[in-house]
């Protein structure tokens, strides 16, 4: 009986085996030829922040064209511009804008990402220049009566080892993770935000485009301004807001064919709901 | 006598800590992946990033790439350890070279072993990236702890059983098959199952290899993303991700743990029985 169960276990796996490796050949022969099947497979590879939206736009752009498959692969931004210039990916991703000595590369913006540092909606300071910023997230400034604020020990929210908004608040203010005397280490925006709301004296820094959402929807969070710039979508739209990237679609030469479409379809207005859904800022249309 | 107790006491906390790791890393799964568990969990595509619906497509993926990777390498360390342990001294020159290469493959970070894959089967083979190269890397890493563990097997049969085989006239090969084999039946499963578990939980060597594209795979030469990566990006990389990355994760640990006492039963009965037999 038991040896029976096993044969049987067995010979399915391997049937298994075979019915995917079979399914491969039949694509292969397929591939050399392209009469019997046109579809089309475009390979986008680099910036793991860009990769989660790319692939749902990859989604959606192959439900409306059928025939047309997107692979998305991550590995950074560098791999991506590499990708993209050794010929290895169609389209490479960059979560930066291009560095001078890849001019010779196209680059297409299909979002923005912004950070903003938010308050508690309680605390009664609306500004902070760079500097305090910095001595509160280093630990020289610990209650909120040195800046004229409450007299309240100040919980600083920071992000955790790995998050890219880290990277970006970290190379803004010029500052090491090591640096950062932090209260709370949190791991994606909506707990940064949720933190900050429930706590009166707590100071993060999250996503603009999430934190506005939510200030504008009673969450007791406030975005405040950088370098005298309000913090808000419209500001990382126009780039006026210090604290922003672009998110970068790379392709080696001018696209063409599906590439094209593709790299049109994700800077239309027709995604613009997938991007804020990844709290992204669409660009201005 | 005191010194004694403060023994037995240090022992058993050891041995509590132990399974206080254990509980609390279960305890922390349940509770935060259980509410997220369901039927369509299982059965559904992954959308808006993964934050919503499931991972049926993931889980398949990470099925073939294991399935590959045993079925490329269990074969091959079977042959080897076979050939370590029966046709050739251990002290000879030859078997010392293969040993220490092994001890050297073994202790590769499997971050090196995606590099390698990356450059050796999906751009120098032309695999691009796929479940059969994911799988072939696996099977790469996991070839030295299976070739290990199966050689060791076989090396502490007892040398009684090779002289008596050769005493009644069996071959070689018979003796191998009826009598050293099933001995070393124990081993060979446990080795099996350490390769089947490196490679079920393996993320850094997969994500250059098999990809992180989360469609449901036509082919093995189809990107198809492993579990563990879908909980890597849905825990590092997705904002509102979590709840999904632990209900993903107490998925990837009850497949292990299925496909872990499946693997073992399974050999158990197959090679007791032709012990028995025979």
Redesign the interface.
């Known amino acids: 009986m038991k040896k029976a169960i096993s044969v049987a276990v067995l010979s399915l796996l391997i049937l298994a085996l075979g019915y995917f490796a079979n399914r491969s050949n039949l694509s292969g022969s397929e591939a050399a030829n392209p009469a019997a099947s046109s579809t089309e497979k475009l390979v986008l590879t680099g910036s793991s922040t860009v990769a989660p939206l790319a692939a749902e736009i990859g989604k959606r752009f192959e439900s409306r064209h059928p025939k047309v498959r997107i692979d998305v692969q991550t590995g950074g931004s560098s791999r991506g511009v590499n990708d993209a210039r050794s010929g290895l990916a169609d389209i490479g991703m960059a979560s930066r804008a291009l560095k001078p000595d890849e001019a010779e590369l196209r680059g297409f913006t299909i979002a923005l990402d912004g950070i903003s540092i938010i308050l508690n909606a309680a605390n009664p300071l609306t500004t902070l220049d760079k500097q305090q910023i910095i001595d509160i997230f280093t630990g020289n400034i610990t209650n909120w009566n040195e800046l004229g604020g409450h007299d309240a020990p100040i919980t600083v929210v920071n992000k955790a080892e790995g998050r890219s908004t880290l990277e970006l608040f970290l190379h803004y203010f010029d500052l090491k993770n090591t640096d950062i005397k932090a209260q709370v280490v949190i791991g994606d925006n909506q707990q940064g935000i949720k933190t900050v709301a429930g706590n009166p004296d707590a100071i993060g820094y999250v996503s603009v485009g999430a934190a506005e959402y939510e200030a504008g929807h009673a969450v007791a969070i406030k975005l405040l301004p950088l370098d005298g710039i309000e913090a808000s979508v419209e500001n990382v739209r126009n780039s006026r807001f210090p604290l922003s990237r672009p998110l970068n679609l790379v392709t080696k030469t001018e696209p063409g064919g599906v590439a094209k479409a593709f790299i049109d379809f994700a800077g239309s207005a027709e995604v613009n709901d997938l991007i804020e859904a990844q709290y992204f800022v669409p660009v201005a249309h | 006598m005191l010194k004694n107790r403060l023994a037995t006491v240090l022992i058993w906390l050891s041995a509590a800590l132990i399974c206080a790791v254990f509980v609390c890393l279960l305890a922390d799964m349940l509770r935060n992946g259980l509410p997220r568990l369901s039927w369509s969990f299982l059965s559904q595509a992954p ?4 934050r919503a619906g499931g991972i049926a497509p993931i889980i398949v993926s990470t099925g ?1 790439i294991v ?2 990777a045993v ?1 490329a390498a269990a074969p091959l360390s079977l042959a080897t350890a076979i050939l370590l342990s029966e046709f050739s001294s251990p002290n000879s020159r030859f078997c010392q070279v293969i040993e220490r290469s092994l001890e050297v493959l073994a202790g590769v970070p499997s971050i090196v072993f995606g590099l390698f894959g990356n450059a050796f089967f999906c ?1 120098y083979l032309g695999l ?2 796929s ?2 190269s994911g799988g072939l890397t696996l099977a790469c890493m996991a070839l030295p702890i299976m070739i290990n563990t199966a050689t060791v097997g076989l090396r502490s049969a007892p040398d009684d059983y090779r002289l008596c085989a050769a005493a009644l006239g069996m071959s070689r090969g018979a003796a191998l098959l009826h009598l050293l084999l099933p001995a070393a039946a124990p081993a060979i499963i446990a080795g099996l199952m350490l390769g089947i578990a490196r490679a079920g939980a393996e993320t850094a060597a997969l ?2 290899t098999s ?5 449901m ?5 189809d ?1 198809g993303r492993a579990l563990s990566v879908h909980i890597y ?1 849905l ?8 709840a999904n990355a632990y209900a993903s994760a107490l998925v990837l640990v009850v497949l292990l743990l299925i496909i872990n006492s ?1 693997a073992s039963s ?1 050999t158990q ?2 090679l007791r ?1 032709r012990i028995m037999t025979s």
């Open positions: 959308s808006d990033a993964g073939l399935l590959v079925s751009i691009g990236f479940i059969l994500i250059f990809g992180y594209v989360d469609r795979p036509d082919t093995l030469m990107s990006d825990a590092m990389n997705v904002a509102g991700g979590d499946l399974l009965h197959w029985n």
